[in-house]
């Protein structure tokens, strides 16, 4: 079924019910890099099907991988006969950051001439550090526009051993890619990190690569650097299994919050790698019910009491803490996240614009949000708004919350949410009956 040009939400119900999280984005991609990295027969069980990952499919396709999804929520994966080299590939990498990223280091490391390139946005995206840290280690990667920008031309096998710096204070994603490409270098390398944000995304590399035997060591910090040595080598076991998506997660858990409901998350590891699943104790700080029982988390609301957090390391969950501080008492302060520009919209300011829009008090800076509790005790306007998703499916699903208690919301092109949680509108508003 098409989806409307814009998705009205429903306000002044509770949200009830139980939420099966979708397979982690994440994880899936870098299971699917990994994959591509050892060249060994793979099957992932319940990956994450959407937008982002399905391009990450396809990119695998194009490098002569046989890609069979299967009715029993998995995915066959097998590496192509022969060891090339091949013709140059085209890869269009859409506005998947993350994939981008991952195949910019890893398709250094493999045999072939590849080209990577995207939509618009993605062309906007910094890669510059990444690349200048490869080339360090003898990695032939040629800029075919903007410096510091796709699209790329990468002539594969070129990737070396030895020493690279690396500034990874625009996105952890830098780092990220080179430690996995890394297992398939000729040689050690070492990597040291001068600057890193959204942390968390490492140590789920780092897990996801233990798991397919890899080795990543963590070396004693110098002088305020991190320092990893990645010893090349991958076994990767002949399945793996994707564990739920904490980011996604957050999107039911603020709606109970938000709403004086109850929510049962299921699927979700309360000890996982995966930094968002601490959003939810910034709702437990803000008034909200948190209990864990095994790999399920309930999460019952009350009245929102404002907080002040940094959110450097949880960059994904900045659109969603923003859309539920107009209700809280006080303001809440975000902080350390000027980072979040450079993601697939300008999320500040998009957060900002929108939630002016909508007649709440906000405050904007280059690395920060002050969001007023205008709402926590008078009501909010009524009139219909139709707010802009920015292109940007975090934006979008932190929209929807809003109008769960602000009357009127109409969010366009609600279809962005295919990037990372498909079933979004069907468990948002089946959560409201």
Known sequence: MAMAMAQAIPSGRPAHGRVRVPPSKSITHRYLNLALLARR???VERPLLAEDTRLFLAALARCGWTVEERPEEEIGLAPPGGGGPYPPVEIFCGNAGTM???????LAALPGRWLLDGVARLRERPVGPLV????RLGAEVGYLGAPGRVPLEIAGATLGGGVTGLDAGESSQFLSALLMAGLAAPKP???EVTALTSAPY????????RRCGGRIETLPAAGGTLRYRVIPGLQP??????EGDASAACYPAAAAALTGGSVQLEGLTADSPQGDRRFLELLARMGAEVAWSGDEVAVRGGPLRAIEADLSAMPDQVPTLAALAPFARGTTRIRNVAHLRLKESDRLSAMATELRRLGAEVEEGADRLDVKGTWWQAPPPDDPVAVDAHGDHRIAMSLALVGLRR???LVESPQVVAKSYPAFWQDFLGLLG
């Open 41 to 43: 027969p793979l099957i």
């Open 100 to 106: 981008l990223r991952f195949l910019i280091a890893s």
């Open 237 to 242: 076991p002949a399945r793996l299994r994707v």
């Open 189 to 191: 390398l070492t990597v």
């Open 132 to 135: 200048e840290a490869l080339r």
């Open 407 to 409: 009357p009127g919301v």
């Open 202 to 209: 490492v140590e789920v590399t780092l897990a996801a690569a």
